[in-house]
């Protein structure tokens, strides 16, 4: 059996360079979905949207988010699923972990109980899809119950029961609504079905391909997990307790370090006690906050230089003024010239592909 013995400063560089922040920089918007496996749609966008966001730290200020649409909507070289987008390739897995393997008990015994409304909802789809959600009759049996927003959104609920099951499929969107359709008309021909045992193989593999280095298993957080089973070799990280899984491939790569703006839901922090062991990096979203009791800012973006977390950029895209608004610029460690030159330069690039001017209050 093979064991690595890593130093941090090599964990931390196995992880840079499995999300594709190393240089030189990636060049193909596909390729960096497929190699990061998902992108997570968030609504939120006090600079970007998090999917180009996170599309802009790895390709700069070339991308442009007209690509990812036509990737999705036109070329069908990625697709949309619930709160994520992602490539076709784990699209088998990703149902059949839901299919197979039911997170929500309450869930099933729902959708059994509305099982002529599922089937209403699919003879109108092949009937007239694709279709905005708002064009889709309710005719539930019984009402989704909830104590929060979800409450008695029968139509919501079901769309996305469907979708994560393989049922329905997202074919597009007009603002912030979602078309659907059948899978067969948005999914590409010809994607196998799986079974269990294969999916939690294929989804631990693509996902240790992604991050590098992880742990098997831990603590459940919310959305796609940071864990790869038994994927990859076994490592021991210098300094940190426990034992890893280490992608074999990324081990001794030269290393070509960067500067880079990161998205707060950035795979790369996204585990924040991965980010803390590996990096000493501590975050938290502070958005939910009061803003007196904030720290670092409403949305502060991680800053990467290097093989190193060392500081936030809290800003501001305010549109209408035409300005990028940098509020601060957090220093985890004491910034030398060069690393201010090259975080500004960022930011500069930054405010150039959201074609904003950069400003100081």
Same mark, same amino acid.
Request: proline share 8%.
């Given at each position: 059996?093979?064991?690595?013995?890593?130093?941090?400063?090599?964990?931390?560089?196995?992880?840079?360079?499995?999300?594709?922040?190393?240089?030189?920089?990636?060049?193909?918007?596909?390729?960096?979905?497929?190699?990061?496996?998902?992108?997570?749609?968030?609504?939120?966008?006090?600079?970007?949207?998090?999917?180009?966001?996170?599309?802009?730290? =790895?390709?700069?200020?070339?991308?442009?988010?007209?690509?990812?649409?036509?990737?999705?909507?036109?070329?069908?070289?990625?697709?949309?699923?619930?709160?994520?987008?992602?490539?076709?390739?784990?699209?088998?897995?990703?149902?059949?972990?839901?299919?197979?393997?039911?997170?929500?008990?309450?869930?099933?015994?729902?959708?059994?109980?509305?099982?002529?409304? =599922?089937?209403?909802?699919?003879?109108?789809?092949?009937?007239?899809?694709?279709?905005?959600?708002?064009?889709?009759?309710?005719?539930?049996?019984?009402?989704?119950?909830?104590?929060?927003? %979800?409450?008695?959104?029968?139509?919501?609920?079901?769309?996305?029961?469907?979708?994560?099951?393989?049922?329905?499929?997202?074919?597009?969107?007009?603002? =912030?609504?979602?078309?659907?359709?059948?899978?067969?008309?948005?999914?590409?021909?010809?994607?196998?079905?799986?079974?269990?045992?294969?999916?939690?193989?294929?989804?631990?593999?693509?996902?240790?391909?992604?991050?590098?280095?992880?742990?098997?298993?831990?603590?459940?957080?919310?959305?796609?997990?940071?864990?790869?089973?038994?994927?990859?070799?076994?490592?021991?990280?210098?300094?940190?307790?426990?034992?890893?899984?280490?992608?074999?491939?990324?081990?001794?790569?030269?290393?070509?370090?960067?500067?880079?703006?990161?998205?707060?839901?950035?795979?790369?922090?996204?585990?924040?006690?991965?980010?803390?062991?590996?990096?000493?990096?501590?975050?938290?979203?502070?958005?939910?906050?009061?803003?007196?009791?904030?720290?670092?800012?409403?949305?502060?973006?991680?800053?990467?230089?290097?093989?190193?977390?060392?500081?936030?950029?809290?800003?501001?895209?305010?549109?209408?003024?035409? %300005?990028?608004?940098?509020?601060?610029?957090?220093?985890?460690?004491?910034?030398?010239?060069?690393?201010?030159?090259?975080?500004?330069?960022?930011?500069?690039?930054?405010?150039?592909?959201?074609?904003?001017?950069?400003?100081?209050?």
């Amino acid at each position: 059996m093979v064991v690595h013995h890593l130093t941090k400063d090599e964990a931390r560089r196995i992880a840079i360079h499995a999300q594709l922040l190393d240089a030189p920089r990636p060049t193909d918007l596909v390729a960096v979905v497929e190699r990061l496996t998902l992108l997570q749609i968030d609504p939120t966008a006090v600079i970007a949207p998090n999917a180009d966001l996170v599309l802009w730290s =790895r390709l700069g200020s070339t991308y442009d988010p007209a690509e990812l649409t036509k990737a999705i909507e036109h070329d069908h070289s990625l697709v949309e699923t619930v709160a994520y987008i992602r490539s076709p390739q784990d699209l088998p897995a990703v149902i059949a972990e839901v299919r197979d393997a039911e997170p929500h008990p309450f869930t099933a015994a729902w959708l059994e109980t509305n099982e002529p409304f =599922r089937r209403d909802i699919l003879a109108l789809l092949d009937k007239e899809g694709p279709l905005l959600s708002r064009d889709i009759p309710d005719t539930s049996i019984e009402p989704w119950p909830s104590t929060g927003w %979800t409450n008695n959104r029968n139509l919501t609920r079901m769309l996305e029961a469907l979708a994560l099951r393989g049922h329905v499929a997202i074919s597009g969107r007009k603002g =912030r609504q979602r078309y659907w359709d059948l899978p067969e008309r948005v999914y590409p021909a010809g994607l196998p079905t799986v079974d269990l045992e294969a999916a939690v193989q294929h989804r631990n593999e693509r996902r240790l391909a992604a991050l590098g280095i992880s742990r098997s298993t831990g603590t459940q957080i919310p959305g796609e997990p940071p864990y790869v089973g038994d994927a990859g070799e076994e490592a021991h990280v210098e300094g940190v307790p426990g034992t890893w899984r280490v992608h074999p491939a990324y081990v001794g790569l030269p290393f070509e370090g960067r500067t880079a703006l990161l998205s707060p839901f950035d795979r790369l922090i996204h585990d924040r006690v991965r980010a803390e062991r590996l990096f000493g990096f501590e975050y938290i979203l502070e958005m939910y906050k009061p803003k007196d009791k904030r720290r670092w800012g409403y949305f502060a973006l991680p800053v990467l230089h290097g093989d190193r977390l060392i500081g936030k950029l809290d800003a501001t895209a305010d549109r209408k003024a035409g %300005t990028l608004v940098v509020n601060a610029i957090h220093e985890d460690i004491r910034f030398t010239r060069p690393i201010t030159a090259a975080v500004r330069a960022e930011i500069n690039d930054l405010a150039t592909w959201l074609g904003l001017k950069v400003t100081h209050p």
